[in-house]
C-alpha cells in the first residue's frame, strides 16, 4: 500500500495542467484552459481545466476528475498505478505501509523480471542492428515483411544469435541472476549451462499496457520440423498470457478515440497495421479469446471487430470466445478477409484507404455470422438443424442484461428470419434457457450475485446517483450551497462570524433532500470539527471517496469566466466573484432557503387535507402564516418573485 504521505505529496506536486497538457493541446481561455476532449471525438473544444483549482470537465461527454483520476481513465491504470506514473513523473520516492515478507518478496522478483525483460530487449535489438548475423538473417526477414526501420523501433523489435551460450555469458557478465533468467524464459539450464531458448529467432517483446515489457515472442526463420515455428515466455509473476494482448500499449490511446478495437491473429498483422496508420489494432496471439482478455478490451472501448482469414480455419478463429464477449457485453463484429489473405499481407497489397473501405464495407455481426455459417454447414439437416437453434437460443440468452433488452429482441427476429422459424417459439426457447440458468445457481450463489450486484463500480455508482439526484427536487439549490461552502467557508461573513458558521447556523443536515451533497456537506463540518481547520478545495476534489469527490468537482465546475479584455482593453473595471462573494452566499443561502419554505407548504397543504381534529388544524394554520411571513420577508429583500 502507498503511504498517505506520499499520496499528499503527489497531490501536493502533481500539476493537472502540465499532466493534461502533455496528452492534449491546450488554450488559455479567461482563467481556465480549453481543448478538444481525449475522451470522445468531437471539433468544438469543449475540455476545460482549471489549473487553480486542479481539477477538469468535459461540458461534451461529462467527463470530470482531478490529475489522478485523468491518468487513470486516459492510461486505463488503477488507481495505485496511476499514484506510481505520477511519482514517477514528479520524481517521488513511494513510500510504503507496512508489507508482508512474502509480499516484498513478490515485488522483488516482479521489477527483477521486468528489469532482465528490460535488458533482453536491449541486447536482442543490438544483435539485430549490429551484428553481421542479425543484419543478414533478422534484419533482412523484417525488411522482406516490409517494415520500416521507425517500425523496427517502434516495436523493440530483435534477434537471437544462433549461438546459443552468448545471451547467459553477456547477463552473466553484467550480473544478472541466473535462477531470474531461467525465470524469465530467456534461457534454460542444460548439463550447468545457460542455453539461450530464442537462438536463431527474430524476437517481438510483449509489453503491458504501461508500456513495461513483460515477455516475448520469438519466429524460427531457419526450416526444422522439429521447432514450432512461434515460441512465447512461460508465464511467470509478471506475464500471462490469458490476460495479455500484443501492442495494447501501443493501441489503447487510438482504441479509445476511434471507440473500436481491431482484434488480429498474429504479431506481424498488428505491426503492419501501426505502420499503415491502423493503430488501434492488438493480437490475441493464436490464443483462444479469454475473459480477461475482453475485460482489457472493454476497458477501451465496447465495440470489437475481429479481422481473420477467410478460410475454414479463420471462421473457427473468429468464433472463439464469441459467447464471452457478449456476456461481457461487448458488440462484436467480424470481418473476413478475401483470398486467404491475413491483415498484414491484404494492407500491404491494396493499401490503407483501399483495406480501410473494405473492412467498413464487410463487418458482419458476430451472432447474425455464427448463424449464417452454421446454416450453410447444416443445409437441409434437421438434427444438425436442431442443434443450431438451440445453440442460438443459447448465446442469445447470454444479453440478459436490463439495458441490452431491445438488443435481443433485435437478435431474436433476425435469427428467426434466418432460422425460418416463428419469433414466439425463439423468445420462449430464449426465456427458458435464461430460467435454467437461474435455477441450477444455489442459494448460496444467489446469495453471492446479489451482493455483487450491490458492489457496483464507484464511477458507475456516482453516475447512477447523480442522474437519480437530478430527477429529485432542489438539486440546483443544494449544489450552489455546496459550492459557497467550499470555496468561501473560511472567508469572514460579518464581524462575528465567517461563511462556514453562517450557514451552519441557517442550515442542518435533514434540509438536504439528495444524498451526494448531504454527504460532502457532513464531511466538511465533520473535518472542521475534528481538525480545527477550514478543508480546502483539494480536500474535497482529491477525496479517496468517489461520491465526495464528484460531487464537488461538479459543484466547484462553472465554465465561464471573465474575460480580462474587459480591463486590458475596454478600461472597464469590473467586480470579481471574490469580491463579491458575502451577496454570492446571502443569495445562495436565501435561496436554498426559499426552496425548503416550498417545501414545506406543500407538506403542511397535503396535511391540512387530511387533518379532522381542530386543535392540530389550528396548528397547522399557525405554521403556514409563519412560513408565510418568512417568504415574504425573503422575497421583499430580493424584490423577486418565488415561481411555484
Same mark, same amino acid.
Given at each position: 500500500?502507498?503511504?498517505?504521505?506520499?499520496?499528499?505529496?503527489?497531490?501536493?506536486?502533481?500539476?493537472?495542467?502540465?499532466?493534461?497538457?502533455?496528452?492534449?493541446?491546450?488554450?488559455?481561455?479567461?482563467?481556465?484552459?480549453?481543448?478538444?476532449?481525449?475522451?470522445?471525438?468531437?471539433?468544438?473544444?469543449?475540455?476545460?481545466?482549471?489549473?487553480?483549482?486542479?481539477?477538469?470537465?468535459?461540458?461534451?461527454?461529462?467527463?470530470?476528475?482531478?490529475?489522478?483520476?485523468?491518468?487513470?481513465?486516459?492510461?486505463?491504470?488503477?488507481?495505485?498505478?496511476?499514484?506510481?506514473?505520477?511519482?514517477?513523473?514528479?520524481?517521488?520516492? &513511494?513510500?510504503?505501509?507496512? $508489507?508482508?515478507?512474502?509480499?516484498?518478496?513478490? $515485488?522483488?522478483?516482479?521489477? %527483477?523480471?521486468?528489469?532482465?525483460?528490460?535488458?533482453?530487449?536491449?541486447?536482442?535489438?543490438? =544483435?539485430?542492428?549490429?551484428?553481421?548475423?542479425?543484419?543478414?538473417?533478422?534484419?533482412?526477414?523484417?525488411?522482406?515483411?516490409?517494415?520500416?526501420?521507425?517500425?523496427?523501433?517502434?516495436? *523493440?523489435?530483435?534477434?537471437?544469435?544462433?549461438?546459443?551460450?552468448?545471451?547467459?555469458?553477456?547477463?552473466?557478465?553484467?550480473?544478472?541472476?541466473?535462477?531470474?533468467?531461467?525465470?524469465?524464459? /530467456?534461457?534454460?539450464?542444460?548439463?550447468?549451462?545457460? *542455453?539461450?531458448?530464442?537462438?536463431?529467432?527474430?524476437?517481438?517483446?510483449?509489453?503491458?499496457?504501461?508500456?513495461?515489457?513483460?515477455?516475448?515472442?520469438?519466429?524460427?526463420?531457419?526450416?526444422?520440423?522439429?521447432?514450432?515455428?512461434?515460441?512465447?515466455?512461460?508465464?511467470?509473476?509478471?506475464?500471462?498470457?490469458?490476460?495479455?494482448?500484443?501492442?495494447?500499449?501501443?493501441?489503447?490511446?487510438?482504441?479509445?478515440?476511434?471507440?473500436?478495437?481491431? +482484434?488480429?491473429?498474429?504479431?506481424?498483422?498488428?505491426?503492419?497495421?501501426?505502420?499503415?496508420?491502423?493503430?488501434?489494432?492488438?493480437?490475441? !496471439?493464436?490464443?483462444?479469446?479469454?475473459?480477461? =482478455?475482453?475485460?482489457?478490451?472493454?476497458?477501451?472501448?465496447?465495440?470489437?471487430?475481429?479481422?481473420?482469414?477467410?478460410?475454414?480455419?479463420?471462421?473457427?478463429?473468429?468464433?472463439?470466445?464469441?459467447?464471452?464477449?457478449?456476456? =461481457?457485453?461487448?458488440?462484436?463484429?467480424?470481418?473476413?478477409?478475401?483470398?486467404?489473405?491475413?491483415?498484414?499481407?491484404?494492407? $500491404?497489397?491494396?493499401?490503407?484507404?483501399?483495406?480501410?473501405?473494405?473492412?467498413?464495407?464487410?463487418?458482419?455481426?458476430?451472432?447474425?455470422?455464427?448463424?449464417?455459417?452454421?446454416?450453410?454447414?447444416?443445409?437441409?439437416?434437421?438434427?444438425?438443424?436442431?442443434? /443450431?437453434?438451440?445453440?442460438?437460443?443459447?448465446?442469445?440468452?447470454?444479453?440478459?442484461?436490463?439495458?441490452?433488452?431491445?438488443?435481443?429482441?433485435?437478435?431474436?427476429?433476425?435469427?428467426?428470419? @434466418?432460422?425460418?422459424?416463428?419469433?414466439?417459439?425463439?423468445?420462449?426457447?430464449?426465456?427458458?434457457?435464461?430460467?435454467?440458468?437461474?435455477?441450477?445457481?444455489?442459494?448460496?450463489?444467489?446469495?453471492?450475485?446479489?451482493?455483487?450486484?450491490?458492489?457496483?463500480?464507484?464511477?458507475?455508482?456516482?453516475?447512477?446517483?447523480?442522474?437519480?439526484?437530478?430527477?429529485?427536487?432542489?438539486?440546483?439549490?443544494?449544489?450552489?450551497?455546496?459550492?459557497?461552502?467550499?470555496?468561501?467557508?473560511?472567508?469572514?461573513?460579518?464581524? %462575528?462570524?465567517?461563511?462556514?458558521?453562517?450557514?451552519?447556523?441557517?442550515?442542518?443536515?435533514?434540509?438536504?433532500?439528495?444524498?451526494?451533497?448531504?454527504?460532502?456537506?457532513?464531511?466538511?463540518?465533520?473535518?472542521?470539527?475534528?481538525?480545527?481547520?477550514?478543508?480546502?478545495?483539494?480536500?474535497?476534489?482529491?477525496?479517496?471517496?468517489? *461520491?465526495?469527490?464528484?460531487? !464537488?468537482?461538479?459543484?466547484?465546475?462553472?465554465?465561464?469566466?471573465?474575460?480580462?479584455?474587459?480591463?486590458?482593453?475596454?478600461?472597464?473595471?469590473?467586480?470579481?466573484?471574490?469580491?463579491?462573494?458575502?451577496?454570492?452566499?446571502?443569495?445562495?443561502?436565501?435561496?436554498?432557503?426559499?426552496?425548503?419554505?416550498?417545501?414545506?407548504?406543500?407538506?403542511?397543504?397535503?396535511? +391540512?387535507?387530511?387533518?379532522?381534529?381542530?386543535?392540530?388544524? &389550528?396548528?397547522? =394554520?399557525?405554521?403556514?402564516?409563519? @412560513?408565510?411571513?418568512?417568504?415574504?420577508?425573503?422575497?421583499?429583500?430580493?424584490?423577486?418573485?418565488?415561481?411555484?
Amino acid at each position: 500500500m502507498i503511504s498517505k504521505s506520499t499520496i499528499q505529496k503527489i497531490n501536493d506536486t502533481a500539476d493537472v495542467l502540465d499532466v493534461i497538457g502533455s496528452f492534449i493541446k491546450l488554450k488559455k481561455r479567461g482563467a481556465n484552459y480549453l481543448g478538444n476532449c481525449p475522451f470522445h471525438n468531437e471539433k468544438t473544444p469543449s475540455f476545460t481545466v482549471s489549473a487553480t483549482k486542479g481539477i477538469y470537465k468535459c461540458f461534451g461527454c461529462g467527463k470530470a476528475g482531478n490529475v489522478i483520476t485523468f491518468v487513470q481513465e486516459h492510461e486505463k491504470l488503477s488507481y495505485p498505478e496511476a499514484l506510481t506514473w505520477l511519482a514517477k513523473r514528479y520524481h517521488i520516492e &513511494i513510500e510504503e505501509t507496512f $508489507q508482508s515478507k512474502e509480499t516484498i518478496e513478490k $515485488q522483488k522478483i516482479e521489477e %527483477s523480471l521486468r528489469i532482465i525483460n528490460q535488458y533482453a530487449t536491449s541486447y536482442f535489438s543490438e =544483435q539485430l542492428k549490429n551484428t553481421e548475423e542479425g543484419q543478414t538473417i533478422g534484419l533482412s526477414y523484417f525488411k522482406q515483411r516490409g517494415f520500416r526501420d521507425d517500425t523496427i523501433d517502434k516495436f *523493440q523489435l530483435g534477434y537471437c544469435l544462433e549461438d546459443r551460450y552468448l545471451l547467459a555469458e553477456d547477463a552473466i557478465s553484467k550480473g544478472y541472476n541466473k535462477e531470474l533468467l531461467v525465470k524469465a524464459g /530467456l534461457v534454460y539450464d542444460r548439463n550447468d549451462k545457460l *542455453q539461450a531458448i530464442y537462438h536463431g529467432r527474430v524476437t517481438f517483446p510483449i509489453h503491458n499496457q504501461s508500456g513495461r515489457v513483460i515477455g516475448f515472442g520469438a519466429r524460427i526463420l531457419k526450416s526444422n520440423d522439429k521447432a514450432p515455428k512461434y515460441i512465447n515466455t512461460p508465464e511467470n509473476e509478471i506475464y500471462y498470457k490469458s490476460k495479455t494482448l500484443y501492442g495494447i500499449y501501443f493501441a489503447k490511446n487510438l482504441i479509445s478515440k476511434e471507440d473500436e478495437c481491431l +482484434l488480429v491473429e498474429g504479431y506481424t498483422d498488428v505491426i503492419s497495421l501501426h505502420q499503415a496508420g491502423i493503430e488501434n489494432a492488438v493480437a490475441s !496471439s493464436g490464443t483462444s479469446l479469454t475473459e480477461e =482478455q475482453l475485460k482489457l478490451i472493454k476497458r477501451y472501448s465496447k465495440n470489437l471487430t475481429i479481422l481473420y482469414d477467410g478460410d475454414a480455419a479463420g471462421i473457427k478463429a473468429a468464433l472463439r470466445g464469441l459467447d464471452m464477449a457478449i456476456e =461481457q457485453g461487448l458488440n462484436v463484429q467480424v470481418v473476413l478477409l478475401p483470398d486467404n489473405h491475413d491483415p498484414d499481407s491484404y494492407v $500491404q497489397k491494396v493499401g490503407v484507404e483501399e483495406f480501410k473501405t473494405y473492412i467498413k464495407n464487410n463487418k458482419k455481426d458476430i451472432i447474425l455470422f455464427k448463424l449464417e455459417a452454421s446454416l450453410k454447414e447444416a443445409k437441409d439437416d434437421t438434427i444438425k438443424k436442431s442443434e /443450431l437453434i438451440n445453440d442460438i437460443a443459447d448465446t442469445i440468452s447470454k444479453i440478459n442484461k436490463l439495458e441490452e433488452f431491445s438488443k435481443q429482441q433485435d437478435y431474436i427476429r433476425r435469427c428467426a428470419q @434466418l432460422l425460418q422459424i416463428e419469433e414466439a417459439g425463439l423468445i420462449s426457447l430464449v426465456n427458458k434457457k435464461i430460467r435454467d440458468k437461474v435455477v441450477k445457481n444455489d442459494f448460496a450463489n444467489k446469495q453471492e450475485a446479489d451482493e455483487l450486484a450491490l458492489k457496483a463500480e464507484p464511477d458507475q455508482k456516482v453516475e447512477q446517483q447523480i442522474v437519480s439526484d437530478l430527477l429529485q427536487k432542489d438539486y440546483l439549490q443544494e449544489k450552489g450551497l455546496i459550492r459557497i461552502l467550499i470555496e468561501y467557508g473560511k472567508q469572514p461573513f460579518d464581524e %462575528s462570524s465567517n461563511v462556514a458558521d453562517y450557514i451552519r447556523n441557517k442550515v442542518g443536515l435533514n434540509d438536504f433532500v439528495n444524498a451526494g451533497w448531504r454527504t460532502v456537506f457532513e464531511f466538511f463540518y465533520k473535518s472542521l470539527d475534528a481538525t480545527l481547520e477550514y478543508p480546502d478545495a483539494r480536500t474535497f476534489t482529491y477525496h479517496d471517496d468517489e *461520491q465526495i469527490r464528484s460531487f !464537488s468537482i461538479e459543484a466547484l465546475y462553472f465554465p465561464y469566466d471573465l474575460s480580462p479584455n474587459w480591463v486590458e482593453k475596454h478600461q472597464i473595471a469590473t467586480p470579481s466573484k471574490d469580491s463579491l462573494y458575502v451577496d454570492d452566499v446571502n443569495h445562495t443561502v436565501n435561496f436554498f432557503m426559499l426552496r425548503k419554505i416550498r417545501n414545506l407548504f406543500n407538506s403542511y397543504a397535503e396535511e +391540512l387535507s387530511k387533518v379532522t381534529i381542530l386543535h392540530e388544524e &389550528i396548528v397547522l =394554520q399557525r405554521s403556514w402564516a409563519e @412560513l408565510k411571513r418568512m417568504e415574504i420577508e425573503l422575497l421583499n429583500h430580493y424584490k423577486t418573485v418565488m415561481v411555484r
